[in-house]
């Protein structure tokens, strides 16, 4: 007896058509070559989408990891999943009791859905209601290969507008909540910790969205992002820290953010040596010390040195522009400005920009 892979309608005819532009988002970049060109990988995948279709439980299992065998980061692979309908069979895998299928299929989703097309025709076929129901599976690979597709898909606008709708933010939000630091980790903690990392880069893409922003914080998600600030992993801090730049745009989350202690955290990776993550540091202060309580904060933790020796990266023009624009919110205390000294620094730079010509007169203004 055949596998069901059909949760009893056609997603392909639940798909809905939109045509409203998404270039917010990302623009899909023209193809020089069709898809449906037979060439020896539209074959591949046109042979294995088939036996998904018709193969029992055991058959479909193998040929989910016969398809995993294959470069599936390659764009013909991607398309032609897309094209021969294998995108339909993988989505309503998702829908059966075996977990086996769940992770074969998952592994395969989290991996295509880097395609943009792809991303648009989860969002066209329900799928974000399969992808947000197994986020309570029991099974942790299951949950870290869910939320890792959820943060590619949530890049499109749709996307993100579907999981507030459909109650993933508390469910991916409840996925943070580990030990990332407990010395001497378990296998299981370990997976946990995965599973969080892959969460908050959910969580990241999600939090484009000011709605989501303010849902993530009433469901609890700063403090647990604070805790993972704690985690020496830079796979982690970077969507933890580049959740936290996003929510330093609404006031309501830059006081939970002053509360929690991130600040301290902030300021102690900006020395580490990862441009990204300096910068995604860097813009969360900026944006942060739109308020005074942050600008004491930065002054108590010695946070201006730091963000002024980022300023001799200048072939990084946003991790200068990160540095520069905290560096010119906190500059507004004169009290930074006093213990910064920070003149040499700016000084020493080669064509300032604007933003910072607009530091140094306001660090060397005289006192009243």
Not at 55 to 81: F, H, R, S, W
Not at 94 to 120: A, M, Y
Not at 201 to 217: D, E, G, P, Q
Request: proline share 3%; with cysteine; glycine share 4%.
């Amino acid at each position: 007896m055949g596998l069901p892979v059909s949760n009893g309608h056609s997603r392909a005819a639940a798909a809905v058509v939109e045509t409203s532009s998404e270039s917010e988002d990302e623009e899909v970049e023209q193809r020089s070559e069709s898809i449906t060109d037979l060439s020896l990988e539209y074959l591949q995948i046109k042979k294995l989408v088939k036996y998904l279709k018709a193969g029992d439980q055991t058959a479909t299992v193998l040929t989910l990891c016969a398809m995993l065998n294959l470069n599936l980061m390659k764009e013909t692979y991607q398309l032609a999943i897309w094209d021969l309908k294998g995108l339909e069979v993988l989505l309503n895998l998702l829908d059966t009791k075996e977990e086996r299928c769940h992770i074969g299929s998952l592994k395969i989703l989290r991996q295509i859905s880097h395609n943009v097309l792809i991303r648009r025709a989860i969002v066209d076929m329900d799928g974000l209601r399969s992808l947000v129901r197994i986020l309570d599976s029991l099974v942790m690979d299951t949950k870290a290969f869910a939320a890792e597709t959820i943060a590619n898909v949530a890049k499109v606008q749709r996307a993100r507008r579907n999981i507030l709708q459909l109650g993933g933010v508390p469910k991916l939000v409840k996925l943070l909540d580990c030990e990332p630091n407990s010395v001497n980790l378990s296998a299981d903690q370990e997976k946990s910790v995965e599973v969080a990392r892959c969460a908050a880069l959910a969580l990241w893409s999600c939090s484009k969205s000011t709605k989501i922003k303010v849902a993530i914080s009433k469901a609890g998600g700063i403090p647990l992002l604070a805790r993972l600030l704690k985690s020496s992993n830079e796979n982690m801090l970077i969507p933890v820290v580049g959740n936290l730049q996003e929510f330093a745009s609404v006031k309501g989350c830059r006081i939970a953010i002053q509360t929690e202690g991130i600040m301290e955290d902030l300021v102690k990776n900006l020395s580490r040596n990862n441009d990204e993550l300096q910068m995604y540091c860097a813009n969360a202060i900026f944006k942060c010390a739109e308020d005074e309580k942050t600008q004491e904060l930065v002054l108590k933790h010695s946070g201006l040195q730091p963000l002024v020796s980022l300023l001799s990266k200048s072939d990084n023009k946003e991790l200068l522009a990160a540095a520069t624009g905290a560096i010119w919110k906190c500059s507004i205390s004169r009290k930074n400005v006093d213990k910064g000294r920070c003149p040499a620094g700016l000084v020493n730079m080669q064509n300032p920009t604007p933003v910072l010509a607009l530091c140094w007169s306001t660090l060397c203004a005289p006192e009243d």
